[in-house]
């Protein structure tokens, strides 16, 4: 299985201040279609998890672009430009390149 | 939009086999362009992928539950079930059903999740 270890666990924030979460993957996520098979969402206290990123790098749809993936391989990271209220909750990468799909830790955001 | 609806008890005695339903409405299960998953979120393991459906009835499972599970589609009334045997207390957790989209390789959408408790 591909292990997906997320850093840090655990991020406070100030609202409008950046904020910066790390994925790395035991192997290579890249396909040979070209992409990365690592996807990001937001578990929302009370919800279900909801996608932002999908293919490493593509916003879903409706996701503000304060959020952004990047990385390639094995090192991926997620950004917020700007953190706001609502962004508080738990954010999971997952691994999409090969069954079974595996999914990180975990990084729980929460506002200063 | 799709909706996704899990359905089950909430209670299973040790030993004994965890039924749920995934119900989906607005989008039909014949659709070749997903795959119709089941994973489960627990305090002790995180989100865990126990395995998908293809409309096609072909399968894929988690190898550390593939013993114990048996994923199934129902065409007639827009549904996919999981059948998970033996189990233990282990096994509490929220279960949740997601669509797959086939070929970029992302859930697009998840039910509300349902808590399956295991005690006699």
């Known amino acids: 299985d591909i292990v997906m270890t997320q850093s840090p666990l655990s991020l406070p924030v100030t609202p409008g201040e950046p904020a910066s979460i790390s994925c790395r993957s035991s192997q290579s996520l890249l396909h040979s279609d070209g992409y990365n098979h690592l996807d990001w969402f937001l578990q929302k206290p009370g919800q279900s998890p909801q996608l932002l990123i999908y293919l490493g790098s593509i916003r879903a749809s409706g996701v503000p672009d304060r959020f952004s993936g990047s990385g390639s391989g094995t090192d991926f990271t997620l950004k917020i430009s700007r953190v706001e209220a609502e962004d508080v909750g738990i954010y999971y990468c997952?691994?999409?390149?090969?069954?079974?799909?595996?999914f990180g830790q975990g990084t729980r955001l929460e506002i200063k | 939009q799709v909706q996704l609806q899990e359905s089950g008890p909430g209670l299973v005695k040790p030993s004994q086999t965890l039924s749920l339903t995934c119900t989906v409405s607005?989008?039909?299960?014949?659709?070749?362009?997903?795959?119709w998953t089941w994973i489960r979120q627990s305090a002790g393991k995180g989100l865990e992928w126990i395995g998908h459906i293809f409309p096609s009835g072909s399968t894929d499972y988690n190898p550390s539950l593939k013993s114990r599970t048996t994923i199934s589609i129902d065409m007639s009334k827009n549904q996919f079930s999981l059948n998970l045997k033996s189990v233990t207390v282990a096994d509490v957790a929220v279960y949740y059903c997601?669509?797959?989209?086939?070929?970029?390789?992302?859930?697009?959408?998840w039910g509300q999740g349902t808590l399956v408790a295991v005690s006699s």
């Open positions: 997952m691994q999409a390149l090969q069954t079974p799909i595996t």
């Open positions: 997601a669509r797959f989209v086939n070929g970029w390789y992302y859930f697009d959408s």
């Open positions: 607005a989008g039909s299960i014949r659709s070749g362009s997903y795959s």
